[in-house]
């Protein structure tokens, strides 16, 4: 049955303990983890608040940077991926969000296997631990720090390279949604998708990314998420907001909204 999450990115000023809490108290049933506020409050200590809580977690965000932009080498990537699955599997996450990061002066050729590499690599471990790998593709608009796979076809392809049962996809709407045809595609890719981000927009992404509430900017939600039930995807529909049209927003009023417009989507998809 498909299910409201939240992305910790929405309450970006909470902690962990305040997201747990108002979650629930909102009457959200599962949350979508980010490591940061995570590693701030303690993985254990987490794990146990979530078990106590009995609050669900869509999943764990985010692994990667496997071309070395950052810094880091690929060994030390791959190391740090193995440690965020394990993670993962400790609070109950199914799925790992992952990103391949951006070129980084690599052809592209270069850039797409190192990325094969690492998620060949991956996978098996992935498999152990119950956890599939979340491959997401950004809107060439706000994708420059993060990763070189900016269309559908994109990552698409990176999954046949891959070639894993553990390797699969995100469909982010603020990322995808202006794909004019995204709602006729989505039988034949909803085999491949591990988790859905509902984000809206007003306009596209320009260097940052600026989500508006769910249901007040233009991307076709309605559409995409009725294709997404007929097609038969019943997971988690993680809610994903930051940019300037919510940072100053009242959280308790957002997440109000946000299950108020998750219901809406449900209801006009015929769930």
Not at 142 to 158: H, K, N, P, R, Y
Not at 171 to 192: A, F, K, M
Not at 210 to 238: F, W
Request: with cysteine; charged share 20%; glycine share 8%.
């Amino acid at each position: 049955m498909a299910q409201l999450s939240i992305n910790e990115t929405t309450t970006y000023r909470w902690s962990f303990e305040e997201d747990v809490t108002e979650y629930l108290a909102a009457g959200v049933p599962a949350i979508g983890v980010w490591r940061q506020k995570l590693s701030d409050y303690g993985e254990a200590k987490a794990a146990e608040l979530l078990a106590e809580t009995g609050l669900k977690v869509s999943h764990l965000f985010w692994a990667g940077g496997f071309t070395g932009s950052d810094g880091r080498s690929f060994r030390s990537c791959i190391e740090d991926s193995i440690e965020a699955l394990r993670t993962a599997q400790a609070i109950g996450a199914r799925t790992l969000v992952v990103y391949s990061g951006p070129r980084a002066g690599h052809t592209h050729n270069h850039a797409r296997r190192l990325f094969r590499d690492a998620l060949t690599e991956l996978a098996p471990v992935a498999d152990d631990l119950g956890v599939t790998l979340a491959v997401e593709p950004m809107h060439p608009g706000c994708a420059a720090e993060f990763t070189f796979l900016t269309t559908l076809d994109d990552v698409l392809g990176m999954l046949a390279a891959a070639c894993h049962q553990r390797v699969k996809m995100v469909l982010d709407t603020y990322h995808l949604g202006w794909v004019p045809d995204l709602p006729r595609r989505i039988p034949s890719i909803i085999n491949h998708v591990a988790i859905v981000q509902l984000g809206d927009a007003k306009t596209p992404p320009c260097g940052e990314q600026n989500r508006c509430r769910i249901g007040e900017g233009v991307l076709p939600l309605k559409e995409t998420v009725a294709a997404l039930r007929a097609a038969g995807y019943d997971g988690y529909y993680d809610v994903e907001l930051l940019g300037e049209d919510v940072e100053t927003l009242d959280y308790q009023t957002l997440l109000h909204h946000a299950k108020s417009a998750f219901e809406d989507l449900m209801r006009s998809a015929g769930s």
